[in-house]
Each structure stands twice: as C-alpha cells, then as structure tokens.
C-alpha cells in the first residue's frame, strides 16, 4: 500500500493520527513509518496551538507491532548482523518511545483493536488510553523469542504495576478489555462506533484549557515518574513562576471570577 503511513486530520486544536497500513494490521515494519512518527511529534511540539492528539489505527487492529513476516525472512529492519539490529532498534524503533516522552502536546490512544506487542508499547506511550470493546492487548515479545525492544519494560509496570506486567510479559498472553480496565491499561471500553467520538470528547476537554499549562503538567507528570519529591517540587516551583506570568492564567482567574467562559490566546 503506497501513501504516508500516518494520516493526519486537523480540527481547531485537536490533530487525529491514523496508523494506515490496514492490510498489515498497522505493523511498524518500515524506517520510513518510524522517520513519520518522529517528525510528526516533533512538528506537534513547535506548534504552539495544538492542544491535544488522538491516535489510532485503520482497520480491525490498533497495531500490531512489528512485521512478523520480515522476522522470519531476516528483513526490512529486521535484516543484519547482531551488531547491526542493535544500532538498529537504536535509531529506529526506540526514536518512537523517545520522540512520545518528549510530544508536550496531550496525547490519546483510541484503541480500536489488536494491540499487540509494539503497538502496546506505543498505546502505553500515550496518556490517556480508550479502548473500543473486542480490542485485545499483549505484550507478546517472548512468544516469538524475543524481548520488549521498544521501551515496554520501562513503560508497562509504570501504568499496571510491576506484578502485573512481569505476567503480561512473561506469559506474552493477550488480555481482554475488561482486564485490562481492571489493570488500569486503560480508562474507557466503549462502542467501536463510539470510540472516536469518545476519544474527541475526552480532547476536546483537554483542550479547553490554557495551552501552555497542558504542555507544563504533562511535562511534571512524565518527570515525576522519575524524581525524587523535592526535585520535582523544585521543577513545579519554575513551571508555576511560568504559568502565573501569562496572558492565559490572568484570563482564567479573570473569567473564574466574573463567573462567565475563559477565552484563550496561548499567550
């Protein structure tokens, strides 16, 4: 299938990206799907009026990781030496978890189905995750003789905890929207035919609120995984001294007492 891998839809604040390889259930198989992703992400950042992003998949899958079939040829990026994959998966597939670590905007993963390997981890790099009823996910890595390459080590016992992904991981089973509610994984099982909708809606309030005030908490929220609380309490310090010296807070303190709807610039 020719064309750009990502579809990219734009409506006022909110960018929906659609995975379009349908006929490969969506699968991360090519350098170029990857060199997409990154610049997209970073397109996203220097775009001071997005305020939200929904991914998901064209098809029946959400993704389903990496191409199988190339595995078993030794193709694609899949294709070389040990030495080779390894400089590989590090200027290739994990530029993905890096580039979405460091998307400012909001993210929302609409899971419309399969999200298997790599295509878990992607969901999992997202904020936000909403999944359509018969979606299935698995961090399946083992099953095919391998290990998480992408980051879903570090990502997956942030969101279900550590017991709980060690048996995702080591079993490589699937689980079922209504477990992976009760891990947490995701937030919402909805209709197929609601689900974007949904996702938009979630969005949609999201960007109802200042622009620089999403990028400054999403930021706090990605860091806190990682620091200790007085570090982060000192991070917090800078980003409020920013946030309280901006057009759009002085609006919504104005708004918030004049008991009527802020109107915000990004200023």
């Known amino acids: 299938m020719s064309g750009p891998f990502l579809i990219i839809e734009r409506e006022n604040a909110i960018a929906t990206v659609t995975l379009n390889r349908p006929s490969e259930r969506n699968a991360i198989s090519r350098p170029e ?4 992703i990154r ?4 397109d996203a950042t220097r775009d ?4 939200a992003v929904i ?9 389903a990781g990496g191409n199988v079939k190339d595995m078993r040829d030794k193709a694609g990026i899949f294709e070389g030496s040990p030495y080779t994959l390894r400089n590989r998966y590090r200027d290739g597939i994990q530029q993905i978890p890096l580039a979405l670590y460091e998307l400012e905007v909001p993210t929302i993963a609409a899971i419309n189905g399969p999200a ?6 992607l969901a999992c790099m997202c904020d936000v995750r909403i999944a359509s009823q018969g979606a299935l996910f698995a961090e399946s890595f083992v099953k095919l003789g391998i290990v998480p390459g992408d980051g879903g080590a570090w990502l997956l016992p942030r969101i279900v905890g550590n017991a709980r ?6 079993t490589g089973d699937a689980i079922d929207t209504t477990t992976a509610l009760d891990y947490g994984l995701i937030s919402q099982v909805v209709p197929p035919e609601n689900l974007l909708a949904t996702a938009r809606a979630v969005a949609q309030r999201i960007a109802a609120n200042p622009g620089h005030a999403l990028r400054l908490t999403k930021r706090l929220l990605r860091e806190g995984q990682d620091m200790k609380l007085g570090p982060l309490l000192e991070l917090s310090a800078a980003y409020q001294a920013l946030a309280h010296h901006t057009a759009d807070h002085e609006e919504a303190v104005n708004a918030f007492l004049e008991k009527r709807s802020p109107r915000f610039g990004n200023r």
Request: hydrophobic share 50%; with cysteine; glycine share 12%.
């Open 39 to 42: 610049n997209f992400c970073a």
């Open 165 to 170: 992904a060690a048996l995702m991981t080591l």
């Open 48 to 51: 001071p009026s997005l305020k």
């Open 55 to 63: 991914v998901t998949g064209a098809g029946s899958a959400f993704c």
């Open 33 to 36: 799907y990857i060199e997409e």
């Open 116 to 121: 298997i390997g790599a295509g878990l981890d």
